[in-house]
């Protein structure tokens, strides 16, 4: 068995008219690269492509350098002699055809596929071609000629939220999609209320009417436009965003408190006092994220390990350091105490329980009389529907519903946006998100 059969097996080129007669391996600016030296001939009968005349002539032959596939671990290329014919009956030109490669092209099919297929994975396109000899402007061009994803159908249970890209129409990008299944159903240009509301507008209706929940921040161009398109879903404000006002509002406060406490520290003239009051301003800075910690979704051995404090040269558990913090500023002990009720609410209450146990936390809320929680009482009351909402059951999944699956897909927006070191055309960024995010959708020949 020859060596060269042994190859034309090895690396699979499928066509059978293209005879590999020998190979080697030479430089190519300055890149090892493997080459197979080829025949094409034709198995078939050949008929002129104007008359269908089977009597031809070779008018000449002319080389053609096709880039292929990765062989035995380098770049390769195929380089063969292109015959062409000329009809002996109508005295039309033409040339015999590979199906390895295109008309006018000089970069197989094989290796096509594979820049596709390739651009399914988290890298730039800069990356993307280095790894397969190729120009970066060849695979773009090549990605966005072979892929247009179009949008999928709305779905029982939707997610909407926003990523920054800087686009034509804003700072912002909209994203849509299935935390059910997991899929990403569209991303358009521009969270803008006129822009989102024409986009769903031109749904048809029955699509939209069979969406039964709508998952979303507290943005109120949201809230606009599934009340008024969604007519028959329940919107909901996603459990994170609701609680992080809180969260906010609290952290706020520490903020203050801990400067109130540093231009106290440097208009005293007692030099131990001043000390004091900066190490209890640094604690404040220093374990503010177990200041926020949620005392109802973690562990008790949470708290009660210890830690080493330096500034204090002891050791105390978490549960010592949190009361020292708060037990020195009266209205920081009420912003935590208020801070954990809320959490209490997120994880113990239900929906036919929140209406009445937000009210019991607004009462609680106003009699502390910390402004940094007026704003978060207002935003509660406007939202109180959505955020009771929150605490609905799904049935299929037996879960509440969060917009926890969106998050981590804008994740996979930014990432996608970092590796690329930004996309000034957004179809192209779009296209590559929908096809990195949607295990769904398959390449083509």
Not at 58 to 66: A, F, L, N, P, Q
Not at 135 to 164: A, H, Q, Y
Not at 374 to 397: A, G, L
């Amino acid at each position: 068995m020859s060596n060269d059969y042994y190859i034309q097996n090895s690396i699979n080129i499928q066509d059978f008219n293209l005879k590999i007669k020998s190979t080697d391996t030479i430089f190519i600016n300055g890149n090892k690269t493997f080459v197979l030296y080829c025949e094409l001939s034709n198995t078939e009968p050949i008929t002129c492509p104007e008359c269908g005349s089977t009597s031809y002539k070779i008018k000449d032959y002319y080389e053609r350098k096709i880039k292929y596939v990765e062989c035995f671990g380098l770049p390769s290329m195929i380089k063969f002699k292109q015959k062409r014919l000329m009809c002996k009956d109508c005295n039309k030109v033409f040339t015999l055809s590979s199906n390895i490669v295109q008309k006018h092209s000089n970069i197989s099919s094989p290796l096509k596929m594979k820049i596709l297929n390739e651009s399914r994975e988290k890298q730039s396109f800069k990356s993307l071609s280095k790894k397969l000899g190729i120009s970066s402007t060849t695979s773009i061009t090549l990605f966005s000629n072979s892929i247009n994803v179009s949008r999928n159908p709305l779905t029982e249970v939707i997610c909407i939220d926003e990523f920054k890209a800087s686009t034509s129409l804003g700072k912002y990008a909209f994203i849509l999609g299935d935390p059910l299944t997991g899929n990403i159903l569209d991303i358009l240009p521009s969270r803008k209320q006129e822009y989102i509301y024409s986009y769903f507008n031109n749904i048809p209706k029955e699509e939209r009417f069979q969406v039964k929940y709508v998952i979303s921040d507290m943005f109120e161009s949201y809230r606009t436009v599934v009340r008024e398109l969604f007519i028959n879903s329940i919107h909901i404000a996603d459990r994170f965003h609701w609680i992080r006002c809180t969260t906010e509002s609290f952290n706020k406060l520490r903020i203050n408190t801990m400067n109130k406490y540093l231009k106290i520290a440097e208009k005293s003239l007692d030099n131990d006092e001043a000390r004091e009051l900066r190490l209890y301003a640094k604690l404040m800075k220093s374990y503010y994220k177990l200041l926020l910690a949620n005392k109802y979704r973690k562990e008790e051995t949470y708290f009660s390990t210890e830690l080493y404090i330096p500034s204090l040269r002891k050791h105390l558990t978490r549960q010592e350091i949190i009361e020292f913090i708060i037990n020195s500023d009266k209205d920081l002990e009420e912003g935590y105490i208020l801070l954990q009720s809320l959490y209490k609410i997120s994880v113990y209450s239900s929906y036919d329980n929140f209406v009445e146990d937000i009210n019991d936390w607004f009462i609680e809320a106003k009699n502390s009389n910390i402004n940094e929680f007026k704003k978060t009482i207002t935003t509660y009351k406007s939202w109180i529907k959505e955020i009771r909402n929150s605490f609905i059951i799904h049935p299929k999944t037996n879960k509440m519903l969060t917009n926890g699956y969106m998050e981590g897909k804008n994740n996979l927006c930014k990432a996608i946006k970092r590796l690329g070191f930004g996309y000034k055309d957004f179809e192209l960024l779009r296209n590559r998100i929908m096809l990195i995010g949607n295990k769904n959708i398959t390449i083509k020949n």
